[in-house]
């Protein structure tokens, strides 16, 4: 038995170092405090619906792939990027909006905010 634990590797030894491995996460809030995190230093609140992610370790470059999902209200959806929004190797900015009808778009602050991020050759310096 006490050659098998000898022999093991820790999983965590290696987090953000393989491309299939998630190289920041995060679950905020409405009013955009954090409730859980790895490698996110904090969310800044920019406007209603409008959140700048803050990577603790910056990416390597800007070719990764943020997924984000939502919980809350029933017709909001969440959205990264847009005219104006930033995605580099120190943050992303998710922008949240419903559809008030076919033509028109609100701002709404989700009440669960939940970001993945994949890809950015690893971590910067």
Same mark, same amino acid.
């Given at each position: 038995?006490?050659? +098998?634990?000898? &022999?093991?590797?820790?999983?965590?030894?290696? +987090?953000?170092? &393989?491309?299939?491995t998630?190289?920041?996460?995060?679950?905020?809030?409405?009013?955009?405090?954090?409730?859980?995190? $790895?490698?996110?230093?904090?969310?800044?609140?920019? @406007?209603?619906?409008?959140?700048?992610?803050?990577?603790?370790?910056?990416?390597? #470059?800007?070719? $990764?792939?943020? #997924?984000? &999902?939502y @919980?809350g209200?029933?017709?909001? $959806?969440?959205?990264?990027? @847009?005219? @104006?929004?930033?995605?580099?190797?120190?943050?992303?900015?998710?922008?949240?909006? $419903?559809?008030?009808?076919?033509?028109?778009?609100?701002?709404?602050?989700?009440?669960?905010?939940?970001? &993945?991020?994949?890809?950015?050759?690893?971590?910067?310096?």
């Open positions: 038995m006490s050659g +098998i634990l000898e &022999t093991s590797q820790i999983k965590s030894g290696v +987090i953000g170092d &393989t491309p299939d998630a190289k920041a996460w995060v679950q905020f809030n409405a009013s955009k405090a954090i409730q859980a995190a $790895y490698n996110v230093s904090s969310v800044a609140d920019i @406007g209603v619906g409008n959140a700048d992610v803050n990577f603790q370790s910056a990416m390597a #470059n800007d070719d $990764y792939s943020v #997924n984000v &999902t @919980g209200s029933e017709d909001a $959806y969440v959205a990264i990027s @847009g005219i @104006g929004s930033v995605l580099n190797g120190t943050k992303f900015t998710v922008w949240s909006r $419903y559809h008030v009808d076919a033509s028109t778009l609100g701002a709404r602050n989700p009440a669960k905010v939940s970001c &993945t991020v994949f890809g950015g050759s690893g971590l910067g310096s």
